[in-house]
């Protein structure tokens, strides 16, 4: 069975969500459960250490809010808002508050978050 790896930059495996074309979740058998955490799509998967990092990795934020995930809430360096940028969900990095870019729908992190 084929694992589809998004490629990052210079061609390394990017992180994000391992599809396993007609596998529904078939996770590879030398890899201990505990090293895998299913994504809110049953044919993906992620490494567990990738849950709860802040960053989208299943593609659809359940690796960042699903009820089973249960994340604490953002961390210090982090602004929580309605994120309109993919790669987050709930929180976005303190340094992309006041940058004269909108990162969050309601545009808080520019007039509300005090920056980095």
Excluded at 10 to 33: F, I
Excluded at 47 to 62: E, P
Excluded at 72 to 87: E, L
Aim: glycine letters at 10%; proline letters at 11%; aromatic letters at 10%.
């Amino acid at each position: 069975m084929n694992k589809v790896f998004p490629q990052g930059e210079n061609d390394y495996a990017a992180a994000g969500p391992k599809a396993h074309p007609g596998g529904e979740g078939d996770v590879p058998q030398s890899l201990p459960r505990f090293l895998v955490a299913h994504c809110g799509d049953p044919a993906s998967w992620i490494y567990s250490d990738q849950k709860c990092d802040g960053t989208n990795n299943c593609g659809d934020c359940s690796d960042e809010l699903s009820l089973v995930t249960v994340c604490p809430p953002c961390g210090p360096g982090w602004w929580h808002c309605p994120s309109t940028f993919f790669k987050y969900c709930d929180c976005i990095p303190r340094r992309l508050c006041r940058d004269h870019i909108q990162h969050c729908s309601d545009w808080s992190e520019e007039y509300a978050c005090p920056g980095p």
